[in-house]
């Protein structure tokens, strides 16, 4: 049997997808937009696998690709994680996920009947933010904060020290039940230390997503072919179609994950995720930090690609963009890089029309029933 691994890096478009203007994200372009704020970040072991073709700014004579290379536009509605996993999957949803500037009355009060508390908040706004404006009534009272934001998700905010990780998280599965109601896309435990002025979200977040429909991570179970995440990735499928996973607190810890349970794989697929892309650079805006995380992994990247065999097939790609340089703080409706190793192949992919061309690789790859949506890559 063979192996692969999909590894997402969150948040790392390139280039506004067609219908971004539908989106109010016409103009974004996470990569292109990085790279021309610091014009001397080197990404060499990327740019191996043709991310400098992908991006427009490599010749074909001056930097022969090592491997396939290509974007996708996402065909799913949405623009958020869960989203754009399952639809890498193949779960391509045609209406989006519901979002909220606020919870009404009747969701309110259906949540602190199942949940058993009170809430404060209920308003939009970014993770950072909300801290500052509610965190010290929220230490006051002993209330968690309730909040959203432009995407499907339902968000619970506490003091660690008020609130345990753990009892956040009872509160968080008893919300999971109200939202299934409302086809709310995941519900985020948000823990936070410090004091007031200086609050700190901690790495402790867990997303408490809907259940999926089928996917081909549950062909390949059912098939007898193992699949172990990496990071958030689990959550996003509500554990549906995973053998095992194992959760990561940042990039640095995903990417020793990652390596780890590569060189131990026998067979089967390794699905992985690297969130400090999105939540911490791409959220925050913070474009030298984005700039930084991409150079440490591209370091990474150089020693693992020898890990990889001839016979494997290596995923790199991203789950939606998150223009830094944007306006607002939210995801970006982008195209996402596609860089694809697989033997000796070194094709030009173009530009694929759903991301669930992934899915039906993979089942092409490990030789099951071929997947119902999206197109083999060969």
Known sequence: MPRALL??????????????????DAGADTLRHILQAFPDLQLPHLGSLGLGRVLGCDSSASSPASASYGTMQPSAAGKDSTTGHWELCGAVLETPFAVYEKFS???VEKLEAKCGTRFIGNYAQSGTTILQELGEQHLRTGLPILYTSADSVLQIAA????ISVEQLYTICRAARCVADEYQIGRVIARPFIGEPGSFQRTSNRH????????TILNALVDAGVPVYGVGKVADLFAGSGFTENFATKNNREGMA?????WRTLKSGLLFANLVDFDTLY??????????NALQEFDEWLGAFLLQVAGGDLLIITAD????????GTDHTRENVPLLVKCQTR????GRRESFADVAATLARHFQIEDWKSGTPLW
């Open 105 to 107: 009355p009747e969701i």
């Open 159 to 162: 003091h660690e020290q008020v």
């Open 257 to 261: 994950r990652i390596e780890n349970e």
């Open 207 to 214: 997303d408490f997503s809907l259940l999926p429909p089928r």
């Open 7 to 24: 590894l997402i890096l969150d948040g790392i478009g390139c280039g506004a997808a067609t219908d971004a203007a539908l989106y109010g």
């Open 320 to 327: 939606h963009g998150n223009d830094p340089t944007f306006k």
């Open 282 to 291: 791409g959220h925050r805006r913070d474009v030298r930090g984005f700039a």
């Open 346 to 349: 070194q094709e030009n992919l």
